[in-house]
């Protein structure tokens, strides 16, 4: 087991720093303190090729720039928070509109642009990421001081766990998630649409023409969104179904059921399958429907569905403030979030 510590680049007198994390058996994890970014999961394929299977760009620069969001915490709220305006507890906070009309990943400087506070913790089989930072009283306008701390459990055998906690001092709204573009052909050979993707859900939540929740349900069945079993993503990606013509792609809130191996994506040409089980009641995949088109890793541009994301949450805040009572964390309690990857080969 390995730990390379790689400075970067300084801001304001902060330093950005790269964390990389290499076991003998090839499995390779580098994380960015800032926002908590992943660059780097290095994975095997079936003829022991190793690779990396998360979209990321050239250089340091477009990530502090990130306007696609690869990699990062996202926070305090994930997803879009219908036009900015919430209300807790008769008190009414008007946030940024980001996302015109609406607020989206937190506001205009969300958890993914902090430098973090790291600690690393080393252990027989796995070491961990412990990222700490602190988000201020009305910063972006939610109330409360809030402390943060998100780990990253790396394991030999090719599991990532990471886990969030967050306490307030007044009632806020927390909800986060992690913004990684998978692509398990290594190294961005192929877009996703011919990887294939299980989800364990029965029901999407309904966006409006806005890509807000409505406050219903949809059931999956016989539907584009229906993933109960194994299916190309890219046979129905493009369906005249009115939600996917609403997010030009996947870009949806599912409904997990509670149980293991909710989410399951495989690539047939490479062999790589990869697992997420998660405590979230809602998981936001995103079939990178507008791609930024900054330079990559691979040298080349971000291209439509070069990758996909999982964002594991609660479900966003939508019209009438559907939903808002699933981010609500009261002063003084602890907010939890879990989400294991784990990655293997057919």
Known sequence: MHLTKTLLKKIDNKEIISYNVRFDNGFEVEILNLGGIITKII???????LENVVVGYKDIESYIQNPSYFGAIIGRTSGRICEGQISIDGVDYELAKNYNPHQGHGGYKGFNSKIWDLKVLEEENNITLKLYAKSLDMEENYPGNLDLCVSFKIYEDYKIEQTYEAVSDKKTLVNMTNHSYFNLSGDIKRPIIDEYLKVDCDYILELDKTCVPTGKKISVENTPFDFKKEMKIGDRINNNHKQIQIGCGYDHIFVLNNSQNQIKLNDRISGRNMIIDTD?????????????EVELYNGKKTQKRYGICFETQAAPIGRDMCFIEDSLLNKGEKYTQKTTYTFSIN
């Open 280 to 292: 979230q009641n809602c998981v936001v995949i995103y079939s990178m429907n507008f791609p930024d």
């Open 43 to 49: 994975t095997p394929d079936k003829n022991g090729n």
